[in-house]
């Protein structure tokens, strides 16, 4: 008796349908929530809906191609299965490539960017790493297929966790507020653009059915309202614990050993119905994903999170 | 017998260093670690970064304090503190300590305000890579020569990879390689180094424009006489962390990738002659596996239809959970090997997100010392 997934999922019927709009996915929250997996899960939907997806990992111990039961992606792209695509957006890479495109010629990069003390020195302008791991999965945007169609329908960013989300996409801004008029400042000016292009850009957010958690949540959703003016599409509340208990069966055992874990249980499922209202104040549809009791974290469990957020 | 060698760390190290990625609760772990050190009748000072508010509140630290302060005494009393036992806490705001290193570091007032008031020095100090760990790092070294702890216990920066702390004193020496530095400096004598600072000059111009590369050779040229003082401290901070006294600890939680991180960071700690002393478990599920499984006994006689049919959900869920314990309980076992003799491992259990208060941390502290 899963109540809330017959119960509350109305709404979401339009999810799909806003999310579906949008080319270039977001999806963070605090960490440990599950990022990581609803991307993957958002990713191998996308995929299946027959959209060319890309999903994209920043700079971290790459997990959404072994999830997926492939082997790592790495700084290349990599072709998962059918219309999907993995990359781990790496800085060291990502400042190669997108120096190339700038620069156009192997030979000056090498010359230049090879340079010991140049190297030392492009550590050191502030957010320039940002920069160019944000230009990269931007310019996989924009890239063409020979027919003139895109090479990726869609993006999706399994972002950093709050704090760093922050400033990773206020990356653009920083640098317009910094550097004069340039190509630098082209650059910086065309990504905040298509960040903050909510025809082109959605973010997830992703929660837990606790109290905090979605205290967090709520503030992100408003600072990155505020300070990037990244609009939220879509909540995803993991995790979520349903109602099994029946009253009679929750007073039945009240007096007895097992009373504590029924009550319990009946307890965190209250905080989930609690946390899922909570999060409908953002005014953006929420999807519940339940807490999985069999393995978490394999293929298995992906995809029966893709299809509850396909279902959606 | 994990949690007494946990326990041998409480007792007799001066530093404790937890590291670990993003999200597995390093920040409560090293506030219930400095709990257990304090009850065990030490002077403990947790240095913390990015605490949850309840945690900060917990703590006493929410109003971001400039020097450490005890947790109020009656929050102690109650967590079973006794004098001359303390538990100080102090929020690292990075900010705070690099304008400190540099007023500590220039040679005048006014070179120090020059610093702090570089466009450049402000985005710097706030998000160059490396800077956060400087300056937990400086923070570490003066609080624990302060004499006024017996224990230091520090939670590392917030990051998607348990190793980039300890990369970091690494990443600083580079950063401060004064030959490097060389071709920054305006009046550069080599003529080698000329030429790279004309070349850099000239690309900077183009990329960034020729207002942004003067102020930012400029910049460069006013920090570097404290990249050479950084120099000096950041060898003598690898030797002090590499000590008899210092213990290293991964926090992590259970998932597939648990096991090969452990093992990256262990290979990193002996790479860099840190001392490794243990895994910490986090949220794991492996404390459950001696839970008695709900049974028919457990219920008064006769069953009532409600209570059987409550008591066969009861069974279901159970066995759900038994089996992830006996997961987790695997992983743990495998940790514990991949220990050996001279580290430990430990399993603590899964608390609800965030639910920093002073009973969650007693909960967790009294698992670390086998109460």
Redesign the interface.
């Known amino acids: 008796m899963l109540r809330f997934s017959s119960g509350h999922v109305n709404v979401p019927l339009l999810v799909v349908e806003d999310l579906s709009q949008k080319r270039l996915i977001i999806v963070t929250g605090?960490?440990?929530?599950g990022k990581t997996t609803v991307a993957a899960a958002l990713a191998l939907q996308s995929a299946r809906e027959g959209r060319r997806t890309l999903v994209c990992e920043v700079?971290?111990?790459e997990?959404i191609a072994?999830?997926l039961g492939r082997p790592p992606a790495g700084p290349d792209i990599a072709s998962l299965e059918e219309n999907l695509w993995a990359v781990d957006v790496r800085p060291q890479e990502a400042m190669h490539e997108y120096a190339l495109m700038?620069l156009k010629f192997e030979r000056i990069y090498n010359a230049?960017f090879q340079?010991?003390?140049?190297q030392?020195?492009l550590?050191?302008?502030?957010?320039l790493?940002e920069l160019v791991m944000l230009g990269k999965i931007l310019f996989h945007l924009r890239e063409k297929r020979p027919d003139g169609s895109p090479r990726f329908e869609r993006i999706i960013i399994d972002a950093?966790?709050t704090?760093?989300a922050i400033?990773f996409f206020s990356v653009p801004q920083?640098i317009l507020d910094?550097?004069?008029?340039?190509?630098?400042?082209d650059e910086a000016l065309w990504m905040r653009d298509l960040l903050v292009d909510p025809k082109t850009t959605g973010v997830v957010l992703v929660s837990?059915p606790?109290?905090?958690?979605v205290?967090?949540t709520l503030e992100l959703a408003a600072t990155l309202g505020s300070k990037v003016h990244l609009t939220c599409s879509l909540v995803v509340l993991n995790g979520a614990i349903a109602s099994?208990?029946?009253p009679?069966?929750?007073?039945?055992?009240a007096?007895?050993?097992?009373g504590p874990?029924?009550h319990t249980?009946e307890f965190r499922a209250a905080a989930s119905t609690t946390s899922r209202e909570r999060l409908a104040t953002l005014g953006v549809p929420v999807v519940t994903v339940p807490r999985l009791?069999?393995?978490p974290?394999?293929r298995k469990a992906i995809e029966q999170i893709a299809a509850t957020l396909g279902a959606a | 017998m994990t949690a007494a060698r946990i326990g041998e760390l409480l007792r007799t190290k001066r530093i404790i260093v937890c590291c670990g990625a993003g999200g597995v609760g390093k920040t409560t772990t090293a506030a219930a670690i400095s709990l257990a050190a304090a009850r065990a009748g030490r002077r403990v000072l947790v240095l913390t970064i990015d605490p949850s508010k309840r945690l900060a509140e917990t703590l006493g630290v929410s109003r971001n304090p400039p020097e450490p302060v005890a947790v109020p005494p009656e929050r102690q009393k109650a967590a079973g503190i006794a004098p001359p036992a303390t538990l100080h806490a102090w929020m690292l705001d990075h900010k705070l300590v690099a304008d400190s290193a540099v007023r500590r570091l220039t040679r005048s007032p006014a070179d120090a305000e020059k610093v702090l008031g570089n466009r450049i020095y402000q985005q710097v100090s706030s998000m160059v890579a490396g800077m956060h760990e400087y300056t937990a790092m400086e923070a570490l070294y003066r609080l624990t020569n302060s004499g006024a702890y017996d224990l230091v216990v520090l939670d590392t920066p917030p990051s998607r990879h348990a190793l980039d702390f300890l990369e970091a004193p690494r990443r600083l020496s580079r950063l401060v390689d004064s030959r490097a530095l060389q071709a920054f400096l305006p009046r550069s004598d080599g003529l080698v180094s000329r030429a790279a600072s004309k070349v850099i000059h000239a690309i900077l111009g183009a990329v960034f424009g020729d207002e942004f590369a003067t102020e930012f050779v400029g910049f460069v040229g006013t920090f570097s006489g404290i990249f050479q003082s950084l120099n000096i401290d950041v060898n003598e901070m690898r030797r002090f962390l590499s000590g008899d006294d210092v213990a290293f600890l991964l926090v992590t939680s259970p998932q597939p990738a648990t096991l090969t991180e452990a093992h990256f960071f262990q290979d990193k700690t002996r790479e860099l002659e840190l001392p490794f002393r243990g895994f910490v478990l986090n949220r794991s599920r492996a404390l459950n596996v001696d839970k008695p499984l709900p049974d028919a006994a457990m219920l008064p006689s006769p069953v009532t239809p409600e209570a059987q049919s409550a008591l066969d959900k009861l069974q279901g869920l159970a066995r759900h959970e038994l089996e992830l314990a006996g997961r987790d309980v695997a992983l743990l076992r495998d940790l514990e090997t991949r220990a050996g003799a001279n580290a430990t491992a430990i399993a603590l259990p899964e608390l609800p997100q965030g639910a920093d208060d002073m009973g969650t941390l007693i909960t967790v502290a009294d698992v670390l010392s086998n109460r």
Request: glycine content about 8%.
């Open positions: 605090k960490g440990g929530v700079n971290t111990q997990r072994t999830l700038i230049v340079n010991k003390v140049m030392y020195f550590r050191f302008i502030p957010s790493q950093p966790a704090g760093h400033t920083v910094t550097v004069p008029p340039g190509a630098m400042a837990l606790e109290e905090l958690p205290n967090e099994r208990f029946t009679a069966e929750v007073e039945a055992t007096a007895t050993a097992l874990t029924t249980h009791f069999a393995d974290f394999g």
